[in-house]
């Protein structure tokens, strides 16, 4: 099955953008959704976006607010979402997920237990 390795985060200041990268190895990644969480210091674990295998996604729009594109090019099996106009409460450890219940179904699942293989994190630090 796919290993993940998230890449992209950082200190960036209020307004600023990222682009974090979810990038796959492995037999299995392009047939099965995949999906950004956070987690801000403090505070538990949630549902960033998710992008169905075909490229269909799916946003928090409390936690993205418009600001946020998740996209995936299963040519280099990567995932990636696109950070802009970054706010301090933005800051998290962000890690990608891959749910092996979604093998080709038009599903992105919002819980973070639905998903069986994570990556280990990428930080994201917002400062003002």
């Known amino acids: 099955q796919a290993q993940l390795a998230e890449s992209g985060g950082g200190l960036v200041q209020v307004g600023g953008s990222l682009r974090l990268s979810c990038a796959a190895s492995g037999r299995t990644f392009r047939q099965y959704s995949v999906a950004w969480f956070r987690q801000p210091p403090g505070k538990e674990r949630e549902f960033v976006a998710g992008?169905?295998?075909?490229?269909?996604?799916?946003y928090n729009a409390d936690s993205v607010q418009g600001r946020f594109t998740i996209s995936r090019d299963n040519t280099v099996s990567t995932v990636y979402l696109q950070m802009a106009d970054l706010q301090p409460e933005d800051s998290a450890a962000y890690y990608c997920?891959?749910?092996?219940?979604?093998?080709?179904?038009?599903?992105?699942?919002?819980?973070?237990?639905?998903?069986?293989?994570w990556g280990k994190g990428t930080q994201v630090t917002v400062s003002s």
């Open positions: 997920a891959v749910d092996l219940n979604s093998y080709h179904r038009q599903i992105v699942r919002t819980n973070a237990g639905a998903y069986d293989h």
């Open positions: 992008v169905t295998w075909s490229g269909d996604p799916t």
